[in-house]
């Protein structure tokens, strides 16, 4: 990795907190996160995400939006599969734990990819965190991050 050149915005005078949020952004990029979805996770500036992509991958991110369909789990049995092992590690180590909700999204994913290590990955990163969202905002799974900070 390259130096970095990330600078402390008045909002991020903390620096064991900052560290930590580089932490997770670089966990989360490293296993393919979309900078938008590291923003959101760990409250970073647009330019951090983009700028830590750039040193871990030696490139910017692909341009465009994620493409996002809410009925993903219901196209296929395999989808349906990966989903259900993936909340399931979600739920059960949300309930263990007292991890912020973006320690528990990597954790849940590195578990999950574990899990699956020897099949193809259906499910990545970014759409494990598009699922989330969906159910978090429509009430299904609302219990995985009920009073969690990031």
């Not at 995400?49 to 369909?69: F, T």
């Not at 989808?79 to 912020?100: E, G």
């Amino acid at each position: 990795m390259t130096e970095s050149h990330l600078r402390l915005t008045p909002k991020e005078t903390n620096i064991l907190g900052l560290k930590k949020k580089l932490d997770l952004a670089k966990g989360i990029i490293e296993k393919g996160g979309r900078p938008s979805i590291v923003r959101a996770v760990c409250q970073i500036s647009k330019a951090s995400a983009l700028q830590l992509h750039k040193e871990i991958h030696g490139q910017g991110p692909n341009a465009g939006l994620l493409p996002y369909d809410p009925d993903w789990i219901a196209k296929s049995p395999q989808n349906c599969l990966h989903a259900s092992i993936y909340f399931n590690v979600l739920r059960k180590i949300s309930t263990n734990t007292k991890a912020c909700k973006g320690e528990i999204y990597l954790m849940s994913y590195t578990l999950y990819e574990q899990i699956v290590a020897d099949k193809p990955k259906i499910l990545n990163i970014n759409r494990a965190w598009q699922e989330i969202n969906y159910r978090v905002k429509h009430r299904l799974n609302a219990f995985i991050f009920e009073s969690r900070a990031i």
